[in-house]
């Protein structure tokens, strides 16, 4: 099994940190291929935890490398600045990390440029995490005024791209609000410079170091950022991510082909979760929503936004599983459902009186969808101390079954726990003993 990948099915925030962090020593290579310091992960170690955004989750494994390929948009004070939160606790983690010099670099115009285009969208604001992501993909796509992590390197390069793209952003910028930011390039040249020089031995060819690798037979582990259904292409368009936030986005945003993957695991959540705008089908806007929301401390990593809560969506995760090419499922934060009489799991659509169990494509047809709930008992038990599946109780392990019988892919595991012991692993296959080492 040459690469494994972790991917979300959901709108985000499924917990992909933690199944990552269990792979992670099975693995030389850890890769971030898309998004960028949109995402958020908490990482327990040495007793301290620490709050990762752009870096990938394996960054605290001495033995592993930790890669932000192409695909990902950098912001390279967050880079910095988390490097330097590691480092405050000990942990020296830069020799470790490698930054593809093709990746798009995300600059201060991008983020005033997001804040102005959100407060224009009034009600329909997308609820972006204001990070400057889509701005900065938007102009990689556009292929003008887009500064990539090799142009920053030389001072030269960066300035003139600088003060060419400044002033017309500071017209955008006044049109917007005229009494808004101003933009300094000299300062922004400044900054930028001084990042670059912090950063200079990490930036390398990121493609050809992962496909050498490969070649010298290590492992590589995909870590995707946001979840499918954010994804720019199959997701809930408008209410997306700019990237190819399913397994879609593993082989564009890397340089690794697909077929290099060994398997594809797709986590979700035993219920589901979405921060930001856009249609949720089977959200509960009332006392059960939030009695999910305090029992999963469902509230953002970034961005510190509740998070809204809703009975598992299993047509959506049904769709993500099936387009991003998911071998097995990983189902995360299964105790936060403890307690209930009974549940519900969503698994078809009623729209405009026709019982679909395919995602429609449009959002407006999304937000008429009328979750069919299929009842299935609750348990009682505290199971956060379960390690094996046949001592779930019975109520749990129907409940595992029917979501996997309705996402049509196996259960690799089944997370009862923040811990790392707190796992059911269904699929040892996943964990082999031999890995090469560096
Ligand atoms: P953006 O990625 O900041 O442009 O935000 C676009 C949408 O994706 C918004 O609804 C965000 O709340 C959502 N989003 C972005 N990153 C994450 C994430 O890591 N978890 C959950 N939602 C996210």
């Known amino acids: 099994m040459p690469a494994t990948s972790v991917i979300g099915l959901q709108w985000g925030d499924e917990a992909k940190g933690k199944v990552v962090d269990l792979l992670t020593s099975h693995h030389d290579i850890v890769v971030r291929y898309q998004g960028g310091n949109n995402a958020g992960h908490t990482v327990k170690f040495g007793g301290r935890t620490y709050k990762l955004s752009l870096l990938p989750t394996g960054i605290l494994q001495q033995c592993v490398k930790s890669v932000i390929a192409t695909g990902v948009v950098v912001s390279p004070g967050a880079v910095l600045k988390e490097l330097d939160g590691l480092l405050e606790g000990g942990q020296d983690c830069s020799d470790r990390l490698l930054i593809s010099d093709r990746a798009h670099v995300i600059f201060p115009w991008h983020v005033l440029e997001e804040a102005g285009f959100e407060k224009l969208r009034g009600r329909s604001a997308i609820g972006t995490t204001m990070r400057g992501i889509g701005t900065c993909y938007r102009e990689k796509m556009g292929r003008f005024h887009a500064v990539r992590m090799g142009d920053i390197l030389d001072r030269d390069i960066l300035a003139a791209k600088v003060r060419e793209i400044s002033p017309i952003k500071q017209r955008l910028l006044d049109a917007v609000d005229p009494d808004g930011p101003r933009l300094n390039a000299d300062a922004i040249i400044e900054e930028y410079s001084a990042y670059a020089d912090r950063l200079r031995p990490m930036v390398i060819d990121t493609t050809s170091y992962l496909l050498d690798s490969l070649e010298q037979g290590k492992r590589l582990l995909f870590e995707g950022a946001q979840g499918s259904l954010l994804d720019i292409d199959h997701g809930t368009?408008?209410?997306?991510?700019?990237?190819?936030?399913?397994?879609?986005?593993?082989?564009?945003?890397?340089?690794?082909?697909?077929?290099?993957?060994?398997?594809?695991?797709?986590?979700?959540?035993?219920?589901?979760?979405?921060?930001?705008?856009?249609?949720?089908?089977?959200?509960?806007?009332?006392?059960?929503?939030?009695?999910i929301r305090r029992a999963g401390n469902e509230f953002g990593t970034v961005t510190g936004r509740p998070r809204r809560c809703g009975w598992l969506d299993a047509v959506a995760t049904r769709y993500s599983a099936r387009f991003s090419g998911v071998d097995g499922i990983a189902i995360a934060l299964l105790d936060v459902l403890s307690g209930f009489d009974e549940l519900y799991i969503c698994e078809a659509y009623e729209i405009d009186g026709n019982r679909t169990r395919d995602m429609p494509s449009r959002c407006e047809d999304l937000a008429k969808a009328v979750p069919v709930l299929r009842q299935v008992p609750g348990w009682k038990e505290d199971i956060t101390g379960i390690t094996r599946f046949e001592d779930l109780p019975a109520a749990a392990r129907m409940y595992v079954n029917t979501v996997s019988e309705l996402v049509e892919r196996p259960v690799d595991l089944v997370s009862v726990g923040p811990d790392r012991c707190q796992t059911i692993v269904l699929n040892p296959a996943l964990f082999p003993s031999e890995t090469v080492k560096h």
Request: proline share 7%; net charge positive; glycine share 18%.
């Open 237 to 291: 368009f408008p209410y997306v991510t700019s990237s190819s936030s399913s397994g879609c986005g593993i082989h564009s945003g890397s340089g690794v082909p697909e077929r290099a993957i060994g398997r594809m695991i797709g986590v979700a959540k035993a219920y589901t979760t979405r921060v930001g705008g856009g249609p949720f089908p089977s959200e509960l806007d009332n006392a059960v929503g939030e009695r």
